[in-house]
């Protein structure tokens, strides 16, 4: 394991205070050897996530009992004689319910997280909202392993205190002393967040995991848009551009990165010359009038074509490469 | 005293009894696990702690002369359960042990390792309390005779350390 490598991100503006966005740039040297931009989570952001997932625990939990109850009631609620009558079939009823009243109740406490944060999103929905998402210290995948370690490491850091508490009142103990000792469990585990740069909690440090922002992603604006690239219709002569599977599939991935080069510098020589050989290649009579609409229609078709295929796994690096 | 070994409960409650039983369990391993990130100290208090609760069990009967009934009755789903126990309390002893010795390693770095490591094992525990929970609220319930309760309990032993340790891959370096 490759040891993360933790600096700021540099700033050239000397007198420019650091914003706290800055602050928390981490780049990680994945184990492929790339190095990757994080954004540690704010600790605000995490306490909201985490607030928003106890919340909806508590409604599941809530609902799961107000529906169980429910149904508890309609069991006893039955008439007393077919009760008497039937008194095997109510008792295994209730202990059926209460099977599955434990059983539920286990699983929001412990599943609830780690079925979350076991989803390729890596981030239950308080964190969703909170725009967080977990990710491995060093780069790599974020491993099983990793989840539920960091999330068995929750039970202590959160609900042992509220169980405690919650014995010593029901069996009458001294809640004084509770009191003192569940709050200062809960200090001790909120300080180490509070104390390190990464704001790692007990978990983050037993799974080798952390928190980093995961804004909503946009798709990057394509290089061309608009009526020729949609309907391939050159807007000085109206013709329409229409390439065929055979047409397409002669170039890959190099070729499409120099044609959006071309196309960048948009320098009319080099388009003619470019329109000419893709013509000759594809078998087109060239001199359609506008080249530089021909261009962009075949860029955008071939672009969604290649794109296509990668989808399903078929990579064609370039023209020399296999029918893909 | 004879009678909360032999014939308790019968057949009604017994998934319930079951079902309470993985609950408590599951919690007490995963304790046994978590703590270890305090440098192992309070896993092992929380082990000690139990087994110290067993042996005054073991007194106890021993005293009214049921120590061999006591030891089938408990053998059923002991074996596993407290197999389960011991090796969440031996993940956390993992992760415990890596943190304060950590070796070649940054004390990040060998708590992360150590800790995946021992996630793994509480994936094998918690399966071995379904399986004990079941053998505690059926098979225990159900057989009244010693010798088929040690029997089983014995079995379920050999059955986990055959698994365990058998047939297990080469451990990594």
Redesign the interface.
Known sequence: ?K?PSFRPRDKSSGNRPLLDSDRRRRSVTTPEGIALGFTVASRSSRAGALMIDLGLVFVLMLVTTLVLAYLLFGVIGLPQSRLEQSSGAG?SAL??L??LW??A??LFR?AYFMWFELRPRGATPGKRLAGIRVAA??GGQL????V???N??R??ELF?PVMFYAQASSEGGDMGAATIAGLAWVTTFLAIPLINRDH?R?GD?????WVVEAPRARLAALLVSGDTAREGRSTLTGARFRFGEAELSVYGEYELQVLERVLRDDRDENLAEVARTICAKIGWQPGLGDDRAFLTAYYTQLRARLEHGMRFGQRKPDKFAGTG | MRATIYGSGGENGLGLFAAALFNNNAQVSILAFALGFAFAVPSLLLLVHNMGGLGAMLWLFHGAGLLPDFAAWLMVHGTTELFAILLAGAAGVHIGRNMAFPGELAVLDAAAQAGRRAAQVMVGVVLMLIVAALLEGFARQLIDDPLARAAIGLFMLVFWIGYLFAWRRGVPE
């Not at chain 1, 491993?143 to 990793?146: N, S």
Request: proline letters at 0%; zero cysteines; a negative charge.
């Open positions: 394991m040891a008792n202990q059926f209460g099977v434990i059983i109740m286990f412990n210290r060093d491993t099983a392993d990793a539920i370690a960091r068995l490491l039970d202590i042992l790692l007990a440090i037993v799974a080798g995991s």
